[in-house]
């Protein structure tokens, strides 16, 4: 049972515009720590997409784009390509009692291109 | 360029430890501007975050409340690695494992390791 709650899967075809979404609460999202979104591949590491909510590391596309607002954020595809086809993760941090607040992560979404 | 090497057991038995190395290349594990992480992956649990360690001075350890009495990380200096061992193991524990680095001041998780597939059975 993941922390922050993702659709399982989306799918679009090629061009089209995906938006997949990440619903945590008070202690996560809602505090304002931002939103990481990563892309995972078969059989490979995760690889950040979008950092701080907003923003793309140096060679990702900008055909991603992330947002974020109150508890939820999304993460946009235009220009859909087959090459997108892998999991998305969302992640974030959650303060707790008993220490330095933690990173938590969404149970992943699958997109499909058909 | 920062680059994360794994090595450690593919199988472990129940009730015994998990011992992983995370070799570090481009960085130093005592650095004051990173912190050294391990994440595991399960189809049953997801992505979790285990733990990490960092220099500041001293090394500091926060673990996850989840594992923080089976989990031990430890750095060594001299050869540029972290380590991570998680004791008393059920099947449940069977993922991938995988190390990471987070920079001060920023928030995501890069790079990875390659990750480690650990199997716990008899």
């Known amino acids: 049972q993941s922390v922050l709650t993702q659709p399982p899967s989306v799918s679009g075809a090629p061009g089209q515009r995906v938006t997949i979404s990440c619903t945590g609460s008070?202690?996560?999202?809602?505090?304002?720590?931002?939103v990481q979104w990563y892309q995972q591949l078969p059989g490979t590491a995760p690889k950040v997409l979008i950092y701080d909510n907003t923003n793309r590391p140096s060679g990702v596309p900008d055909r991603f784009s992330g947002s974020a607002s109150g508890t939820s954020a999304s993460l946009a595809i235009t220009g859909l390509q087959a090459e997108d086809e892998a999991v998305y993760y969302c992640q974030s941090y959650e303060s707790i009692l008993s220490g330095p607040s933690q990173a938590v992560f969404g149970g992943g979404t699958q997109l499909t291109v058909l | 360029q920062v680059q994360l090497q794994q090595s450690g057991p593919g199988l472990v038995k129940p009730s015994q430890t998990l011992s992983i190395t995370c070799a570090i290349s481009g960085d130093r594990v005592s650095s004051n501007s990173a912190t050294w992480n391990w994440i595991r992956q399960s189809p049953s649990r997801g992505l979790e975050w285990l733990g990490r360690?960092?220099?500041?001075?001293?090394?500091?350890?926060d673990y996850a409340v989840s594992v923080k009495s089976r989990i031990t990380i430890t750095p060594d200096t001299s050869k540029n690695h972290f380590s991570l061992q998680l004791s008393s193991l059920t099947p449940e524990d069977t993922a991938i494992y995988y190390c990471?680095?987070?920079?001060?001041?920023?928030?995501?998780?890069?790079?990875w390791g390659q990750g480690t597939l650990v199997t716990v059975s008899s």
């Open positions: 360690t960092y220099y500041r001075s001293e090394w500091f350890f």
């Open positions: 990471a680095r987070v920079r001060a001041h920023e928030n995501w998780f890069d790079p």
């Open positions: 008070s202690s996560n999202i809602g505090t304002g720590y931002g």
